[in-house]
Every structure is written in C-alpha cells, then in structure tokens.
C-alpha cells in the first residue's frame, strides 16, 4: 500500500512538473514571438530616412570615413539647440521628414577606399550612381582630361544620401563640384536643388572646423557653428578664370614678364591680400572692380601697365571705421570723393606705392552704378552697369570675389573690344558707361572733395 502510494504522489509531482515546463515554454514562445512583432513593428515604424542614415553612417564609422553632416534641414534644427543638450533618445533631427540626407569629404580621405566603400553600401542595399568631371587642382592645365568624382548619390530605398567630395584648393577654402543630372536619371524627380551642395554650378566654402556629437543615437560630425556655416552657403559660387582665354590673349599680345611688370604685379598682390584682410575683419564685402577684374577675367592676371587696384563696395555696406582701420595697418589715406550717400569713393596709398581705390556702387530699379569726381572742376560722373550678383573666384592663390556676370560688366566698362589691349586710359571719358552727373555745389566741397 505505501509503494502504491508513493508511486501515485511520484507520478503527480512529475506531471506537475511536466505541465510547468510547458507553461514556461508557451509563454517563452509567445514572448519571442511578441519580441519579434514588436520588432517588426518598430522597423515598420522607423522613418527610411534614419535608417538610411543609420546604415550609412555604420558603414563611413567601419571604414573610418570621416564624413560631416551638411543637411540644411538637420543643421536648422539643430541650431535651435545647443549641441552638448539634444535628446539621445528621441528621433527629433534625423528623423525630420526630407527626400534626401546631405554629407560631405574631403576627396583625399576618400581616395584609397572608394571601391570598398561602395562595395559595402550596395551590399547594404544601396544604389549607387556617381558624377564626375574635370579634376579642379589642375584647372590651369588646359590639355588635362582627368575625370574625377564630385558626387555620390546613394539612394537607399526612396531616400537619397547625397555625398559631396570637397577638393582642398588652398589654405583657404574648399571646392565642390556641379551636380547635373540628365532628364532621363531615374534621380532626376528628386529634388536636388536645396542647399548649395545640390547646384549645377561649382562652389568655394570657406574652410570649417567639425564637431563630434550624437544625435538621435548616431554619431555624427556636424559644423561646429551651424548658422556661420550656413550663411557662407548663400552665396558660395565659384568662377574658374577662362585660362583658354588668357591664353588666346597672350597669344596675340604677348605676356610681360619684365621685372617692372613683375615688381607691378607683387606689390599689386600685396595690396589685394592686405585690403582683403582689413575689410574682412570689419564684415565688409568687396569684389575686384574695374582694371583688376579686367585683369582677372581676361588675363587671369594683373594688368602689368595698370597704375593701381580697384575694389567695388555696395554703399550699404559702409563702416565709418573703413579709415581708421586702414591708416592704423600703416596706409595712408589719399582722398574722399563723394559723400557716402552720393559717388561716394575712398583712395589709400600702400606702405610699397601702390593706390587702392575703394568704389562705392548704388542700386536702382533696373541697374546699379558708382560715381566719378574731378577734384578741379568738382564735376560728378556717373558710371552705370547691369545689375549683378557676386561669386568667389581664386586670384593669384586668394579667394576674391568677382561679379558672376563678369563680362556684361566688363563690356559695360570698356565696352564690346574689352579683349584689346588698351596703353591709355581716361576714366571721364573712356568707359562707355560713363556720363557726366551733375557738379558738386561750392559748399559741398569741404565734404565732398577732400585730398590729402
């Protein structure tokens, strides 16, 4: 009776047991399964922008690629908080509703792994489309034909990560090249054009420095002052100088490599590179005007037989410490002409000689101009041109700016056989565009026309 018993209480126990395991087993099975759907669900849920990004960036971080973020849309929202406070854990940045995610590189960091990084995007489901075009550290070089990439568009998905290769020009700024797409690329519908990394014209940044942050649970490299970054973006196209047309004019008129024309020439340089410094530091913008971007522009040089530089400023940009931040870096200061709101002109005298006249220009309706005065008939001229916009070129290894439409400015200056080489010169009465303004009133004099 007690073996019978104790068979009995064996038996129960261990379908006891049994029965447990298998609760425990259902309900594991049934949480895994649940684990998976929730899975699923938070895949479903996440945008296909953070994911492509997400992708992108384990595949730069597993190479070593150091890309940075210039997304406008991200480095916007990005501004409104301070870098070292986002939400690690919220997808408020990366997850902003976009078609396409903007990143750039230097060329050369991306030189020796390009293949295999490519490889590694399309076998994480990328479709990979490049563009090319001629190889701008050698622009000068007219016979060259290399090719090299200035874009990768990478479409993950329906999202494209754009990734722009920035060329090192210079100490001073970095080059990106056009990005035009054909009619018939499948990427065409994409919106390309916002931001300046998407314009179908070359542009000059400014060099930056980076920060390291982490956002939305990504590491990212980012501007480290987003708003200065995205300001230098509005106006960032650049002009390469026509070397073919230098050439063609030298050709014809043969190029002055006399010591004079070189001594002209450095001491021109000196006076381009200095006023530039000044200026900057003050936030004044200036463009080369008159026989400097003539020079530039027909020559990609300066004009050896020219007796000065010329600097264009829009009147509106006028500082009153314009002259004292030139006489304290040891100019000195040759005349003011005008008044600020009228032909307004400024001259200094560089510590080697040479003159830099600062022109102001005023907008209209339908076109802009500057003004002229002759100091011993207190006439006013006025010199009119079509209204232009501004863009970076690199001059004699500085990054100036230059109207963008050079050469309806310089027709308007010195008229339809600007490509002639002019010995004389008389600013009242050579330039085409120029007409007598009226004259300075006797007592305006004291202010309007000051020689020292």
């Known amino acids: 009776m007690r073996k019978l018993t104790s068979l009995v209480l064996t038996l129960t126990v261990g379908a006891l047991f049994l029965i447990l395991q298998m609760l425990i087993i259902h309900k594991f099975i049934e949480r895994s399964k649940s684990e998976v759907l929730e899975d699923q669900r938070e895949a479903l849920q996440t945008p296909v922008q953070y994911k492509a990004v997400h992708i992108f960036m384990a595949v730069m971080s597993k190479l070593t690629v150091p890309v940075v973020l210039v997304e406008p849309s991200i480095l916007k929202a990005i501004m409104q908080k301070r870098l070292g406070h986002l939400k690690h854990n919220d997808c408020e940045f990366v997850c902003i509703k976009r078609n396409k995610t903007t990143f750039a590189v230097l060329q050369h960091m991306l030189v020796h792994q390009q293949e295999e990084l490519l490889s590694s995007l399309k076998l994480h489901g990328f479709a990979v489309f490049k563009t090319e075009g001629g190889d701008p550290l050698t622009a000068h070089q007219l016979m060259t034909s290399k090719l090299v990439p200035y874009h990768y568009l990478l479409v993950y998905q329906d999202h494209l990560i754009h990734l722009a290769l920035l060329y090192e020009r210079s100490d001073l700024y970095l080059w990106k090249g056009p990005l035009e797409l054909p009619s018939s690329s499948k990427l065409y519908q994409i919106n390309l054009q916002i931001g300046t990394f998407a314009t179908p014209y070359p542009a000059a940044i400014k060099k930056f420095e980076v920060a390291e942050v982490k ?70 913008s200036f463009w080369l005007s008159s026989g400097t971007c003539l020079g530039w522009f027909r020559e990609c040089s300066i004009i050896p037989h020219s007796k000065d530089v010329d600097f264009g400023i829009w009147a509106v940009d006028y500082k009153p410490n314009i002259i004292s931040a030139f006489e304290m870096n040891g100019w000195m200061l040759k005349h003011i002409l005008g008044k600020v709101e009228d032909s307004f002109e400024l001259s200094f005298i560089h510590k080697n000689g040479l003159k830099l006249d600062l022109f102001f220009f005023y907008e209209e309706v339908d076109h802009v101009w500057n003004g002229g005065t002759d100091v011993y008939t207190a006439i006013k001229y006025k010199y009119s041109f079509p209204k232009f916009h501004l863009c970076w070129t690199e001059f004699q290894l500085m990054l100036v700016r230059v109207p963008c439409e050079t050469e309806s400015y310089i027709k308007a200056n010195y008229g339809k056989h600007w490509r002639k080489k002019l010995e004389e010169w008389d600013w009242k009465s050579s330039p085409p565009n120029v007409k007598e303004n009226g004259r300075w009133l006797e007592e305006e004099y004291q202010d309007a026309i000051q020689v020292f």
């Open 215 to 284: 956002i939305d649970g990504i590491s990212l490299k980012v501007p480290k002052r987003p708003n200065k970054y995205l300001r230098s973006l509005q106006n960032s196209k650049f002009l390469e100088c026509d070397y073919q047309q230098a050439m063609d004019f030298y050709s014809v008129h043969g190029k002055d490599d006399s010591s004079v024309a070189l001594d002209f020439k450095n001491r021109a340089i000196d006076v381009i590179s200095q006023g530039q410094r000044i200026l900057d530091e003050l936030g004044v």
